[in-house]
């Protein structure tokens, strides 16, 4: 999954990758924080990165610091839960899912839902598995990117922090795992910002050129409110 750079005092580095769970007419992509050097970053496979912003893959030897609780400060878990409004017994597909931070979250604050935590990365979604919380939660489903059968199925796809390291195959991925009337909220670093954390301005995308490229893969996007580092889209199927 695609990953992200994220700077916090007292630590050299924190890596952001792509997650991706799914659970109802929404899609939610998620990016979890990396290294600010221009090397070792995670992405959503599939072989081809044609159109990826970032230029590299994620390397889950650094993927403890998507864990770093930071993460939930300048992006809390209940605002993206908000933002996702995913209805009663949605599936919800964490798409690029990393450790599974907010796969996590949404998974125990939502027990009516079904979250698919995808991933590439057999690493990534060992960790995941290994965490206590992940192994009480009989909702979260963690997966490997091929083993399901998603198209057509999710009401929610959650992309954070992922958009600039998908190519553009992911990207169609996403969009044919919507379900008619679903969603995906797709949140990523935005270039236009100064921020202390996340990857180069030149890793990431613009509002406008986000927008410019969910359009070119089918999408219909809506701005939502734009959280302190990120811009949100709300994008359904065209």
């Known amino acids: 999954m695609p990953p992200y750079f994220t700077y916090i005092p007292g ?9 991706l769970q799914s659970k109802s007419n929404w899609a939610i992509l998620e990016m979890t924080p990396h290294d600010q050097k221009p090397h070792g970053h995670h992405h959503h496979g599939h072989g081809d990165r044609h159109g990826a912003r970032q230029p590299d893959r994620f390397d889950p030897a650094r993927a403890a610091l998507l864990d770093d609780p930071a993460r939930l400060e300048y992006l809390p878990a209940d605002q993206l839960i908000a933002l996702l409004d ?3 017994g ?34 990534m979604l060992e ?18 990117t091929g083993e399901m059968e998603l198209e057509g199925s999710a009401d929610r ?12 195959d992911a990207l169609k991925e996403i969009v044919a795992m919507l379900k008619p009337g679903g969603a995906a909220l797709v949140i990523d670093w935005n270039a236009e910002v100064d921020r202390p954390i996340g990857p180069p301005r030149d890793h990431v995308y613009s509002p406008a050129e986000a927008r410019r490229r969910l359009e070119a893969a089918g999408l ?9 580092y990120h811009y949100v889209f709300r994008a359904t199927r065209r």
């Open 90 to 123: 949605a599936r919800v597909i964490d798409f690029g899912t990393g450790t599974g931070v907010y796969a996590i979250e949404l998974a125990r604050r939502r027990p009516d839902l079904e979250v698919i935590a995808l991933d590439e990365q057999p690493r």
């Open 220 to 228: 219909h996007p809506r701005d939502e409110k734009a959280l302190p």
């Open 11 to 19: 630590l050299q580095s924190a890596a952001a990758g792509a997650r």
């Open 86 to 88: 995913a209805p009663e």
């Open 127 to 144: 960790m995941l598995k290994a965490k206590p919380a992940a192994r009480e939660l009989s909702n979260l489903k963690p997966a490997l």
């Open 157 to 168: 796809v959650l992309a954070l922090n992922v958009l600039h390291e998908l190519g553009d």
